[in-house]
């Protein structure tokens, strides 16, 4: 019988696609464009405000996935790295790893099919913040990373989009790195500053 669990909280992405990426919004189907730098450096960041997984209590936890895809990314080949919030004992560390690895179902069972290379999980502090419209993240000597939202033509309004993102496909904002959005690991270097990035609620469930 599936383990049963949800998650509700908030996350952000931050790609190294020219905006707005041509990977979820262009007139192919999603996933088919060419990312426009030609290979997709992707950083996805969660913060859980309240999670329950088989009795395992998930509130105020965070974890981030990071992903290379060499080209179009429904072709497939990703390499993909976990961090999980340091904070995390292991009981929550399991169910934290099942639910953002796809093992549980959900969404991102989706990606998971993609993925060629897992470099595995590391346990560091995870530092997610909402200031306003702005999501950033820190992690030490890892990752910089924070994303505003797009001017929209109404002040201080945000442009929210339905495209069928797995995370939230039916309310996903359209936003854009800051300056000094960085990452830096496992062999990877990126500066994903002015490029393509979301934001949205999430609401997840399985079991």
């Known amino acids: 019988m ?7 909280g908030d996350y952000f992405e931050n790609c190294n696609c020219s905006v707005v990426c041509p990977c979820l919004i262009s007139t192919n189907a999603p996933l088919t464009s060419r990312p426009t730098q030609g290979v997709c450096d992707v950083a996805l960041v969660f913060h859980v405000d309240k999670g329950n997984y088989d009795g395992v ?17 429904a072709e497939g080949n990703w ?3 976990a961090y999980i919030d340091e ?9 934290l790893g099942a639910i953002f690895t796809g093992a549980a179902g959900g ?16 346990k560091v502090p995870i530092k997610y913040r909402i200031d306003g419209k702005k999501r950033s993240v820190e992690i030490p000597n890892v990752m910089q ?3 505003e939202p797009l001017p929209a033509l109404r002040e201080g309004q945000e442009i929210w989009a339905s495209t069928g993102h797995p ?28 490029r393509n990035g979301h934001y949205a609620p999430i609401e997840w469930s399985g079991g």
Do not use: C, Y
């Open 2 to 8: 599936a383990t049963k669990w949800k998650i509700s």
């Open 57 to 73: 209590d998930l509130d105020g936890l965070n974890v981030a996935v990071v992903v290379h895809t060499p080209g179009v990314m």
């Open 79 to 81: 390499t993909a790295a």
């Open 87 to 95: 904070r995390a004992n292991n009981q929550q560390t399991e169910a």
């Open 107 to 122: 969404p991102m069972s989706i990606f998971a099919p993609f993925i060629a290379t897992n470099l595995g999980a590391k």
């Open 145 to 147: 990373m924070a994303v």
């Open 167 to 194: 995370v939230n496909p039916d309310k996903l904002a359209l936003a854009v790195g800051v300056k000094g959005s960085v990452f830096n690991d496992h062999g990877m270097r990126w500066d994903n500053s002015g």
